[in-house]
Nanobody, 124 residues
Framework: VQLQASGGGLVQAGGSLRLSCAAS????????MGWFRQAPGKEREFVAG???????TYADSVKGRFTISRDNVKNTLYLQMNSLKPLDTAVYYC???????????????????WGQGTQVTVSS
């Protein structure tokens, strides 16, 4: 499965962005998917995940502000980001697990497919 992330950009604090991740080359609908981010000088961290059954999981830092969703017809994963803060500035990556019907996990080592990343910059 190949993943292509898009939708990043520069936004002021309090603004919104919607990231997309288009999947191709394999079965998307039954695979757990997630969004991760990496800020300069920091380790990559889990942001949100969604299972094949649409169950969602969020990092505490984004709960109530970000929404992950998936469209299994369009083979696309989304991350709606509202009330953005400067601390949200990072490169955002979409990721997928090979195992169908598997669980969402916050450990990046358990994801098999990765998009190329899209930069999100939030100015104060």
């Amino acid at each position: 499965v190949q993943l292509q992330a898009s939708g990043g950009g520069l936004v002021q604090a309090g603004g919104s962005l919607r990231l997309s991740c288009a999947a191709s080359g394999g079965t998307f609908r039954n695979k757990p998917m997630g969004w991760f981010r990496q800020a300069p000088g920091k380790e990559r961290e889990f942001v949100a995940g969604i299972s094949w059954s649409q169950t969602t999981t969020y990092a505490d830092s984004v709960k109530g502000r970000f929404t992950i969703s998936r469209d299994n017809v369009k083979n696309t994963l989304y991350l709606q980001m509202n009330s953005l803060k400067p601390l949200d500035t990072a490169v955002y990556y979409c990721a997928g697990r090979r195992r169908e019907y598997g669980l969402v996990t916050e450990r990046d080592s358990e994801y098999d497919y990765w998009g190329q990343g899209t930069q999100v910059t939030v100015s104060s």
